[in-house]
C-alpha cells in the first residue's frame, strides 16, 4: 500500500458533503486508500484531519452496536459495490435505432424518481428486445433538470438510467401544471419521430395525467397500472403487459398499446450499462396554445398542520411525551404532520384532529414516528397503513415496539433532541457545501 | 263566610283544572297515535303505582314513606274535601277522616320541606322550592277549615263580624293550596307530575315493564322496531309532535327528582348529557317555549361548566335538533348517551330515556345522515362488510384456525349455538373466545359455531339509529339462524344476547339464549365443571349494562366467581346501579368530548373497591377498561376466569352427580 | 368581500357530476364509489356556497337492483333525482355522457378519477375532454371560487401541498383521495329520490371484450439484487439486512446513537427535506 496522500479535490469535496449521493463510495474509496482503516477519519481540504463519528461502527441486525475494524464495515461495503457497478458499466450507444420509445419521466423535484428509473428499465427492454435491431429510448425531459451531482455527473445520471437521446424543454411556460403545454410539446415530438411506444409513470399529478391526455390526443387505448410486460408474438406490436383494473383488484391482460403508463417496479432500473443521453432539439417550433388552466403557484401549507390522512411523515407524541415544546420544535425541523395519541389529546396537548387510531384518523403515512406512545390496539389500528414505523419509548416490551420497523429504546425528550441536532447540523454542514 | 266561599273555591280550582286537564291532553294528543288498551291500563295503574313504582322509590325509604304519607294524605284529602266543604256533607266522620288525612300529608310535607332546606344539585329548584310550602298551606288549612265540621271549633266562630279577617285569611291560604294542587296539577305547576305521572303509568308504552299478579317478568328492554315497509312512515323523531302521545305524556310525568342526573355516566363525565334536562327540554318542546324557567343543572359543557339555559327554544311542529345553531337540544347531547338504562332503572316515574334518545337518532341518522365522528364509517362498514371494523368477513373464524371449531353448516343441529360476535375480530377478544371454547370443551358441550355465516348482530347499528342497516342485518341473520336446529343460544357478548335475545322477536326470530356466565353457573351446578381454588388477589366484578340492567342477570356471574373460589368485593355502584363502562350505543364511536372518560371513572370505582382484577362479563366492557391507562387493575373476563382454573374432573363427578342439592337435575335439563 | 358576497348570489352554476358503481375492496359488493362520492360532495360544497347551482347527477350504465342501490347511496347524500343513461352491461360509457354533456352543457362537469370497477383506467374524464375540447384539471383539492365564468382550484399535490390554479369554464374536475371525504349517504333521502332514465344509443366494448381479466395476483416484492464483487460482500450484504420479520429494537444506547439510525432511516424513507 502507498503511504502517499493523493489529493483530489472534487472527492474531497464529495467526502465533505455528506449528503452527496456518493458521498459514502467516496468515503470507501479514500479509507481503502489510506490503508484499510475505518472511514471515520480522512484529511480535509485544507489538511486538517476530519473525523465522521456516524462512520464508527454500525448498527448489526439485532440492534446491537457493532464496530468492524476489518475496514470492511457497512456503509463503506454497501458503496464498494456500487463503485465496483459502475465501473463496469458497459458503454452502449445505439446510433441507427430501429425504433423509437419514448419515455416521459416525472423528473419530480429536477431528478429521475425510482418510477422514472424503473420506467425507463422497462423502456430498455423493450427497447433492447431484439439485439440485431436495437431502439433507442427517448427521454422527453420538461422543466429544470437538477439532476444528481453536477456537471459531466448530473448527465452520466441521464445514461445510466438508460436514456440514448434527450428532448429537454425548460422553457418556463411548461413549469408547474402546464399540461396543456406539454401536450402541445409531445403531439410535436410524435410528429417528428413517431415513438413506436409512449411509457409513462402511472403517478398522480405526472405522468398519469399527461399520458392520459396524450393517448386521447393520439385516439389510443392507453394501457393504465401496467406492471408487467411480456414479449407476445401474437399481439401487433410483439408485447402483452398485464394493468391492474377495478381499483388494483383486477389484472388486465391485453396487448401492450402504443401508449402505457406504468407502475412503479414495473422493471427493474438499468445497472448494467451507460447509453448517450445525447440532446435532441425539435426541428419545427411547438406551437403556443391558449391556455385556459392558469397555474397560479404553490399555496404555502405549514407541514405540521396538514391533514394527517394526506400526510406522508408522522410525528405523533403521546403520553410518553415530556416536553410538548420540544415536542413541536422537533416537529417543525424535521418538517413533520404532527400526530397523537388518545391520551395526549385527552390530556390537552394536541388538538382533537390529530388524534390517530381507531377514533381519530387511520393514516398512511410513510413514516410514522411514534414517541412515547405504548402502542394500545385502538392506535394501532390507525396505524396498520403505514409503510415504516419507529418508534421512541422507555418500555422494550411494549406493543408499539413489536409494530416497529425501527425501535430506539430512551427517554422520547433526550432522544428527539439528539435527532433535531443532528438534522440542523447536517442542514448546516450542506448549505456550507453548496 | 268560609261556607259559601268554600264551594267557590273548590269548584272554581276543580273546573280550571279540567280545563287545564283538556289543555293539557291536547298537548300529549300532539304525539303520533300508539296503541294501548286505556282499559286495562286504567284497571292496571294501581298495581302498577303501588308495586312497580314504589319498587323504585321504595329504593329511598325515607322518600318513599315521605311519599306515601304526602300523595296518600293529599288524594284521600282532596277527595273528603269535595265531598265536605264542597258538597256541604257536614258529616262528622267524613270530617274526622279529612282531619286525619290531612294531617297526614301536613306531616309528609315537613318531611318535603325537610330534604328542601339543603337541596342536593341532582334535584330541581325554582317552583319546586315552593312545593312544600304549598303542601303545608293545602294541609293546614284544610284541617283549619275541618275542625269546626268535627265540632272541635264552634260553628259560627269564622262567621262573626270580628273574625272575617281570620275567614279571609283562611279562604286565602286555602286558595294557594287549591290553586297549586288542584290548578297548577293540569297547567303545569310541580303538581303535573301527579296528574301525568297515574296517566303515564296507566298508559305506558311498555306495558310489558310492569309485573302482573300472575308473577310476569316485568321487563322490557328492547327497542321498538320502525317500520320500513311503508314509505310514508316516518323515520324516527324530528319534532316533539313525531313522538307518540303516550311518550309525550310520559315526558310531562317527569318529577325533576334528578335520580337520572345522578345516575347517568354522561353527565358525570362531563359530556353533554343531563337526562333530566333532556326530559324537560322534551316538555318544553311539547308546549312551546324556550327552557329559560329550567331550574335544574343543565347539559354539562366543556369550559363552560354547562350549557347555559335559555338559549334553546322549540315548538310542537319545530326541529329538536337544528340543522345549524340551536333548536331545542343539540345533537352532541343525544350522541352523548350510552344507552345504559341506569336513568330509566332510577327514574320513579317510568319514562323511558332511551327510547327517546334512539328515536331522535333515527331521525338524525335515517333522515340528515349525520352520525358524528366515526358513526358513519362504521355502519358503511357495517353495510359493506357486516362488521363494523370492515374487516373481510371470510376472515371471521381466522383466529379459530387451530381449534377445529364444530361448524353449524356441517352439523345442523346441536344442543347450544355459540354466537362469536364481532369480538371474533379482535385480539383481545379472541382471548376470550378461546377461554369459553376451552371451557366448553371440558364440559363436553354439544356445540357448534356459525362460523362466517354470522355477521354483527345490527347491536350498533341501531344504537347509532339506523334501524334500516339493523333490520338488514337481523332479517339475514334470522334467516340465517332458521336453517339450523338448536336449543339454546349461548354468547359471552351481553349486546348480541341482548339483540338476539329482545329485539329478534319483533322480527320474527325467537330464540332462548344464554350469557356466557349463566350457560357456565348452569354447567358448575350441573356437575361439568371443576375448579381448582382460586390463588389470584382480591376481586371485583363489573356489571355489563346490556347483561344486568337490560336482562336482569346479576346472580349468574357472581355464582361463577364463587364457584372459583373467589369473594367478590363489590363496588360501591354494582348490580342494578352498576355505572357503564362507556361502551354501549355507539358511544365510543361518536365520542363526544367531556371532561373525562367514562372508563377512567369507572376504573376509579373499581381502584376504591381495592380489587387488583376486575372480572368483566363482555368485550366492550373489556376493551373499554383496558385502554385505561395507569389502572391499578387487571381487566378479565369470567371465561378467562374460569378456563384457568379447569381441572380434570375426577371420575365421581363424571358420573353426573349435580351440585344441586335439593333438585338433582341432569345435565340434559339444564341444556333444555 | 362584499361585491364578491353579492356575485354569490346571483351566480349560480350547473354541476354535472358523473358517478359509476362502486365496489366494496374485501367484499366486492356494489357501493357508491369512494372518488365519485367526493366529487359530489365537491359540488354540494358548491352548491353550499354558491345559490342558485344547480347539481346534476348522472350515470351511465343499466339499470338493475345492485346498481340501483348502490346510486341510491349518493341520492342519499342530498339529491332528489339523477339522471341514468341506460345502456346494456358492457357497453362504452363515454358516447352517451358525453352526448348528454353536449346537450345540457354544465358549466363544471365533475368525476372520480378512477372507476373501481371494470378497467377503471381512468382514462374517461379525459375522453369527455378531448371530445369536449374542455380544459381538465386531475386531483382536485377544493374550490375556491367562481366568478365570471372561471373557478379558481386547489389541487391537491404530494405530502398534502396544495397548488392554486385558474380554469376557465366550462372545464372538467377530477377528484381522487385529496378531495374531502363524502357525507354519509341517509336512508331516507336515498329511498325517497328519483330515477329520470335516458336510453341511449351504445356501442358494446368489443375490445374490453377480448381481454383476460382475472383477479388481482398479488406482485412480487421486488428483491434486493446485491450486485457485489466477492462472495464475502454478498454474505455481508444479506446478513447486514434490517429488513424481514420484526423490527430492529436499538436498546442500550446513547441517545445520539439512537436519534443517528432514525435519521438514516428517515434518509432511506426520503422524508426529509
Ligand atoms: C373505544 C376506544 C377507542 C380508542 N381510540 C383511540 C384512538 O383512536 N387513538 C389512540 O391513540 N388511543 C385510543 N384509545 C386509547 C388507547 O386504548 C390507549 O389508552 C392510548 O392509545 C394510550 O395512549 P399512549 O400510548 O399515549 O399512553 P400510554 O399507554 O400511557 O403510553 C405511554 C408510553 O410512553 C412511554 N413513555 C413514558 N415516558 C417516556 C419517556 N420519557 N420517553 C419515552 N417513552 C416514554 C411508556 O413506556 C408508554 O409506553 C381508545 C380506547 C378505547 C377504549
Ligand atoms: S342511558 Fe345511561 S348514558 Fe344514556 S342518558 Fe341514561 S344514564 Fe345517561
Ligand atoms: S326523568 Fe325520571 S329520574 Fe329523571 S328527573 Fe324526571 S322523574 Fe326523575
New interface residues.
Given amino acids: 500500500m502507498s503511504e502517499i496522500i493523493r489529493r483530489d479535490p472534487r472527492r474531497e469535496w464529495i467526502a465533505r458533503n455528506r449528503l452527496h449521493p456518493d458521498n459514502a463510495a467516496v468515503l470507501a474509496a479514500l479509507g481503502v486508500n489510506r490503508g484499510g482503516g475505518a472511514v471515520s477519519e480522512w484529511m480535509g481540504p485544507n489538511g486538517v484531519v476530519r473525523k465522521d463519528p456516524?462512520a464508527i461502527g454500525?448498527?448489526?441486525?439485532?440492534?446491537v452496536?457493532r464496530i468492524d475494524r476489518s475496514g470492511?464495515q457497512?456503509g463503506g461495503?454497501?458503496t464498494?459495490?456500487t463503485t465496483?457497478?459502475r465501473d463496469s458499466r458497459r458503454t452502449v450507444t445505439i446510433d441507427q435505432p430501429a425504433f423509437l420509445v419514448a419515455v416521459v419521466p416525472d423528473l419530480t423535484g429536477g431528478r429521475l424518481s425510482g418510477h422514472d428509473k424503473d420506467l425507463l428499465g422497462l423502456a430498455r427492454r423493450v427497447a433492447d428486445a431484439d439485439a440485431e435491431q436495437p431502439g433507442a429510448v427517448v427521454a422527453i425531459l420538461f422543466g429544470e433538470y437538477k439532476g444528481e451531482g453536477g456537471g459531466e455527473l448530473k448527465e452520466q445520471t441521464l445514461g445510466e438510467a438508460g436514456i440514448d437521446r434527450v428532448v429537454h424543454l425548460d422553457d418556463e411556460f411548461y413549469a408547474?401544471?402546464a399540461?396543456?403545454a406539454r401536450l402541445a410539446a409531445l403531439s410535436a415530438v410524435e410528429r417528428e419521430m413517431t415513438p413506436r411506444f409512449w411509457l409513462f409513470p402511472d403517478s398522480?399529478?405526472g405522468g398519469?395525467?399527461l399520458g392520459?391526455?396524450l393517448?386521447?390526443?393520439l385516439g389510443e387505448?392507453?394501457?393504465?397500472?401496467v406492471?408487467q410486460v411480456e414479449a407476445d408474438n401474437e399481439a401487433s406490436l410483439g408485447w402483452r403487459c398485464t394493468?391492474?383494473?377495478?381499483?388494483?383488484?383486477?389484472?388486465?391482460?391485453?396487448p401492450l398499446p402504443r401508449v402505457a403508463l406504468a407502475l412503479a417496479?414495473c422493471a427493474?432500473p438499468v445497472?448494467e450499462t451507460r447509453h448517450a443521453a445525447e440532446h435532441l432539439t425539435l426541428a419545427a417550433s411547438i406551437p403556443t396554445t391558449l391556455s385556459?388552466?392558469?397555474?397560479?403557484?404553490?399555496?404555502a401549507?405549514d407541514?405540521a398542520g396538514?391533514?394527517l390522512a394526506?400526510?406522508?411523515?408522522i410525528l405523533s407524541g403521546g403520553n410518553g411525551v415530556k416536553q410538548w415544546d420540544a415536542f413541536h420544535h422537533a416537529a417543525k425541523v424535521?418538517?413533520?404532520?404532527e400526530g397523537a395519541s388518545r391520551v395526549a389529546v385527552d390530556d390537552g396537548f394536541m388538538a382533537r384532529d390529530r388524534q390517530v387510531g381507531a377514533t381519530g384518523t387511520w393514516v398512511t403515512a410513510?413514516?410514522y414516528?411514534a414517541v412515547g406512545i405504548s402502542g394500545a390496539i385502538q392506535h394501532l389500528q390507525g396505524i396498520q397503513r403505514c409503510?415504516?414505523?419507529?418508534a421512541?419509548n422507555l418500555d422494550?416490551g411494549c406493543d408499539i415496539?413489536?409494530?416497529?420497523?425501527?425501535?430506539?429504546?430512551?427517554?422520547s425528550t433526550?432522544?428527539?433532541?439528539?435527532?433535531v441536532?443532528?438534522?440542523e447540523q447536517?442542514r448546516g454542514g450542506q448549505r456550507d457545501a453548496a | 263566610m268560609l261556607e259559601t266561599l268554600l264551594p267557590i273555591l273548590i269548584f272554581t280550582a276543580l273546573a280550571l283544572a279540567v280545563i287545564g286537564a283538556v289543555r293539557r291532553i291536547r298537548l300529549w294528543r300532539q304525539g303520533r297515535p300508539s296503541r294501548v288498551n286505556l282499559f286495562k291500563g286504567l284497571v292496571a295503574l294501581p298495581r302498577r303505582y303501588l308495586v312497580d313504582l314504589h319498587h323504585v322509590v321504595g329504593r329511598d325509604k325515607m322518600i318513599s314513606n315521605t311519599h306515601v304519607a304526602t300523595a296518600g294524605g293529599f288524594v284521600a284529602a282532596a277527595v273528603l274535601m269535595i265531598l265536605v266543604h264542597g258538597l256541604g256533607i257536614a258529616n262528622p266522620l267524613l270530617g274526622g277522616l279529612l282531619l286525619l288525612a290531612s294531617a297526614s300529608m301536613f306531616v309528609g310535607s315537613l318531611f318535603v320541606a325537610r330534604r328542601r332546606l339543603n337541596p342536593p344539585a341532582r334535584l330541581s329548584k325554582g317552583p319546586w322550592m315552593r312545593l312544600p310550602k304549598s303542601l303545608m298551606a293545602f294541609s293546614i288549612s284544610v284541617f283549619l277549615i275541618t275542625l269546626p265540621t268535627v265540632g272541635l271549633l264552634p260553628e259560627g266562630l269564622l262567621e262573626g263580624g270580628s273574625s272575617w279577617l281570620l275567614a279571609l285569611v283562611l279562604a286565602g291560604v286555602v286558595a294557594w293550596g287549591l290553586g297549586e294542587m288542584f290548578f297548577g296539577m293540569t297547567w303545569g305547576g310541580p303538581m303535573k307530575h301527579a296528574f301525568a305521572g297515574a296517566l303515564h303509568l296507566a298508559f305506558h308504552r311498555r306495558a310489558e315493564r310492569f309485573s302482573t299478579k300472575k308473577g310476569g317478568a316485568g321487563r322490557s328492554t328492547g327497542l321498538k322496531a320502525l317500520n320500513l315497509e311503508d314509505?310514508a312512515a316516518p323515520?324516527g323523531v324530528e319534532k316533539p309532535a313525531d313522538f307518540t302521545w303516550n311518550q309525550l305524556l310520559g315526558f310531562d310525568a317527569c318529577v325533576q327528582c334528578g335520580r337520572c342526573e345522578a345516575v347517568c355516566p354522561a353527565f358525570a363525565a362531563g359530556q353533554p348529557l343531563n337526562p333530566k334536562k333532556l326530559i324537560q327540554d322534551m316538555v318544553v318542546g311539547m308546549a312551546g317555549g324556550s327552557d329559560a324557567a329550567y331550574a335544574g343543572s343543565p347539559h354539562p359543557s366543556q369550559g363552560l361548566g354547562g350549557k347555559p339555559v335559555g338559549e334553546h327554544a322549540g315548538s310542537p311542529h319545530g326541529p329538536i335538533v337544528a340543522l345549524e345553531g340551536k333548536a331545542l337540544v343539540d345533537a352532541d347531547t343525544l350522541w352523548s348517551c350510552t344507552t345504559c338504562r341506569a336513568c330509566v332503572e332510577e327514574c320513579p316515574m317510568m319514562i323511558e330515556h332511551v327510547d327517546a334518545i334512539v328515536d331522535m337518532r333515527r331521525y338524525l341518522?335515517?333522515?340528515?345522515?349525520?352520525?358524528p365522528n366515526k358513526?358513519?364509517e362504521v355502519?358503511?362498514n357495517l353495510?359493506?362488510?357486516d362488521n363494523p371494523g370492515?374487516?373481510?368477513?371470510g376472515s371471521r373464524l381466522n383466529w379459530a384456525a387451530d381449534l377445529n371449531l364444530p361448524l353449524m353448516a356441517d352439523l345442523k343441529q346441536v344442543d347450544v349455538l355459540l354466537w362469536l360476535g364481532d369480538g371474533a375480530f379482535d385480539m383481545r377478544n379472541q382471548r376470550t373466545l378461546r377461554a369459553l371454547v376451552k371451557v366448553l370443551r371440558a364440559a363436553e358441550v354439544d356445540f357448534a359455531v356459525l362460523g362466517t355465516e354470522e355477521r354483527d348482530s345490527g347491536d350498533v347499528a341501531r344504537r347509532l339509529g339506523?334501524e334500516?342497516t339493523f333490520q338488514s342485518l337481523a332479517k339475514r341473520n334470522i334467516a340465517t339462524l332458521a336453517q339450523y336446529r338448536f336449543l339454546q343460544i349461548v354468547t359471552c357478548d351481553p349486546h348480541s344476547f341482548h339483540v338476539l335475545g329482545n329485539e329478534y322477536g319483533e322480527l320474527g326470530g325467537h330464540y332462548v339464549v344464554r350469557h356466557h356466565s349463566t350457560f357456565i353457573a348452569e354447567l358448575y351446578d350441573a356437575g361439568r365443571l371443576t375448579f381448582a381454588p382460586w390463588k389470584g388477589g382480591s376481586v371485583t366484578y363489573h356489571d355489563p349494562c346490556y347483561l344486568g340492567r337490560y336482562n336482569g342477570e346479576y346472580e349468574a356471574p357472581r355464582n361463577v366467581l364463587k364457584a372459583l373460589g373467589i369473594e367478590v368485593k363489590e363496588m360501591e355502584r354494582s348490580g342494578y346501579r352498576s355505572r357503564c363502562c362507556g361502551g354501549g350505543g355507539g358511544a365510543p364511536i361518536t365520542d363526544i368530548p367531556g371532561k373525562q372518560r367514562i372508563p377512567d371513572m369507572r376504573m376509579n370505582d373499581v381502584k376504591e373497591s381495592g380489587a387488583e382484577l376486575v372480572a368483566v362479563g363482555c368485550p366492550q366492557c373489556t376493551a373499554m377498561l383496558e385502554g385505561v391507562v395507569d389502572a391499578s387493575a387487571e381487566v378479565r373476563d369470567i371465561a378467562e376466569l374460569v378456563a384457568d382454573a379447569l381441572v380434570e374432573r375426577s371420575a365421581d363427578d363424571v358420573t353426573g352427580a349435580s351440585r344441586r342439592t335439593t333438585a338433582s337435575t341432569t345435565a340434559e335439563e339444564v341444556i333444555v | 368581500m362584499q361585491p364578491d358576497l353579492h356575485q354569490k348570489q346571483q351566480q349560480g352554476i350547473d354541476v354535472a357530476v358523473l358517478v359509476s358503481i362502486g365496489?366494496?375492496?374485501?367484499?366486492?359488493?356494489a357501493?357508491r364509489a369512494e372518488q365519485d362520492a367526493r366529487g359530489l360532495e365537491l359540488a354540494l360544497a358548491i352548491e353550499a356556497e354558491l345559490p342558485g347551482t344547480r347539481i346534476s347527477m348522472l350515470h351511465a350504465g343499466s339499470q338493475d337492483d345492485s346498481s340501483e342501490a348502490a346510486l341510491r347511496g349518493y341520492l342519499?347524500?342530498?339529491l332528489e333525482s339523477m339522471t341514468l343513461l341506460e345502456q346494456p352491461e358492457g357497453s362504452d360509457a363515454i358516447l352517451p355522457l358525453v352526448e348528454h354533456l353536449a346537450a345540457t352543457s354544465p358549466q363544471l362537469v365533475i368525476t372520480g378519477?378512477?372507476?373501481?370497477?371494470?378497467?377503471?383506467?381512468?382514462?374517461l374524464p379525459?375522453?369527455l375532454?378531448?371530445h369536449l375540447g374542455w380544459?381538465?384539471?386531475?386531483?382536485l383539492a377544493s374550490v375556491e371560487k367562481v366568478e365570471n365564468g372561471v373557478v379558481?382550484l386547489?389541487?391537491?399535490?404530494?405530502?398534502?401541498?396544495?397548488?392554486?390554479?385558474?380554469?376557465?369554464l366550462p372545464?372538467i374536475i377530477s377528484v381522487?383521495e385529496?378531495a374531502p371525504v363524502a357525507?354519509?349517504?341517509?336512508?331516507?333521502?336515498a329511498?325517497?329520490a328519483t330515477f329520470a332514465i335516458t336510453t341511449t344509443t351504445s356501442e358494446a366494448d368489443s375490445?374490453l371484450a377480448?381481454?383476460?381479466?382475472?383477479?388481482?395476483?398479488k406482485?412480487p416484492k421486488?428483491l434486493k439484487?446485491?450486485?457485489?464483487?466477492s462472495a464475502?460482500?454478498r454474505f455481508?450484504?444479506a446478513?447486514?439486512?434490517?429488513?424481514g420479520k420484526?423490527?430492529?429494537?436499538?436498546?442500550?444506547?446513547?441517545?445520539?446513537?439512537?436519534?443517528?439510525?432514525?435519521?438514516k432511516?428517515?434518509k432511506e424513507?426520503d422524508?426529509?427535506?
Avoid: C
Wanted: proline share 5%; charged share 30%; hydrophobic share 40%.
Fill in positions: 456516524r454500525f448498527i448489526g441486525p439485532n440492534g452496536k470492511l457497512q461495503q454497501a464498494a459495490t465496483a457497478a408547474g401544471f399540461p396543456e398522480p399529478l398519469a395525467d392520459r391526455r393517448a386521447l390526443r387505448r392507453a394501457a393504465t397500472g406492471w394493468a391492474r383494473g377495478a381499483a388494483g383488484s383486477l389484472d388486465i391482460q391485453r417496479e427493474e445497472d385556459r388552466i392558469e397555474d397560479l403557484g404553490q399555496v401549507v407541514p396538514v391533514a394526506e400526510a406522508e411523515f424535521l418538517g413533520a404532520t410513510r413514516v414516528m409503510d415504516k414505523v419507529v421512541i422494550p415496539i413489536k409494530r416497529a420497523d425501527l425501535a430506539v429504546i430512551g427517554d433526550q432522544i428527539l433532541a439528539a435527532l441536532a443532528m438534522v447536517q | 314509505e323515520l341518522t335515517l333522515e340528515r345522515g349525520k352520525t358513526g358513519a355502519l358503511d353495510i359493506a362488510t370492515g374487516f373481510d368477513p339506523d334500516a | 365496489r366494496h375492496p374485501t367484499t366486492g359488493r357501493r342519499g347524500m342530498g378519477a378512477r372507476a373501481e370497477r371494470g378497467e377503471g383506467s381512468g382514462l379525459y375522453a375532454a378531448e380544459p381538465l384539471v386531475n386531483s379558481t386547489l389541487q391537491a399535490l404530494p405530502r398534502g401541498q396544495r397548488r392554486r390554479l385558474k380554469v376557465r372545464a381522487d385529496a357525507r354519509q349517504s341517509a336512508f331516507g333521502p329511498r325517497r375490445e377480448q381481454w383476460h381479466l382475472s383477479p388481482a395476483r406482485r421486488r439484487i446485491v450486485k457485489a464483487a464475502r460482500d455481508k450484504a446478513a447486514s439486512k434490517s429488513e420484526g423490527g430492529q429494537v436499538l436498546t442500550d444506547v446513547s441517545p445520539e446513537q439512537g436519534a443517528e439510525a432514525i435519521y432511516l428517515l424513507e422524508v426529509l427535506r
